[in-house]
């Protein structure tokens, strides 16, 4: 396995130590020099990757995912309070793997898990945004973290889906969903129809 006896990899861990018992770091607060890239790379299904290997070691992947974070440059670091590493992200680097949905309209909660267990609840600080596919399709996104996103899988996509209502907006007709007290605008009813 080549994660496990990889200098970088075994360098970083040990600077984070015992972070798993503490939390979340601040990542926003440290600021140390930039030292380069490192071959890591997060696939769009969510799986990482070392030197192209796959990091199969769950725990390690935890707890790196605790230290992204994405910079003004739109690139994706992995940063302790002592350096800060580029890595390449294929597309959001969480994905949403399950939801948990109880209640119904703007009483309605519904809560992510993602691939590295992060729990997302959706509101006002983790909302939902939308882009199109390369096929013109909708791909969903919640905000789990600074400026970090987790994709939907295709499965909770359709989920989803089935909680959007058509509301009207500025006298506009929009769809979206309500939860968390509000109402979630997804996009212009004419758009979401052309998306089909």
């Not at 015992?18 to 926003?28: F, Q």
């Not at 309209?105 to 006002?124: C, K, Q, S, Y």
Request: charged share 30%; with cysteine; net charge negative.
């Amino acid at each position: 396995m080549t994660d496990s006896a990889d200098p970088t990899l075994d360098r970083l861990s040990a600077a984070l130590g015992d972070l798993p018992k503490r939390g979340t770091p601040p990542v926003e607060r440290w600021h140390p020099e930039h030292c380069g890239t490192i071959d890591i790379r997060i696939a769009a299904d969510g799986t990482w990757f070392h030197e192209g290997s796959p990091i199969r070691r769950p725990a390690l992947v935890k707890l790196f995912s605790t230290i992204l974070r994405r910079e003004p440059d739109g690139s994706t670091v992995l940063v302790t309070p002592v350096e800060r590493m580029t890595i390449t992200v294929d597309d959001a680097p969480f994905v949403a793997v399950e939801m948990a949905v109880e209640g119904e309209a703007e009483a309605r909660r519904i809560g992510f898990r993602t691939n590295v267990d992060d729990l997302v609840p959706l509101d006002d600080s983790h909302p939902l945004r939308f882009e199109r596919d390369g096929s013109g399709g909708l791909k969903p996104y919640v905000k789990v973290r600074g400026d970090l996103w987790a994709l939907l899988t295709r499965a909770l996509t359709h989920e989803l889906m089935q909680l959007v209502e058509e509301r009207r907006i500025d006298g506009k007709p929009w769809f979206g969903l309500a939860a968390g007290g509000a109402f979630h605008a997804i996009m212009p009813s004419a758009e979401l129809e052309a998306v089909g």
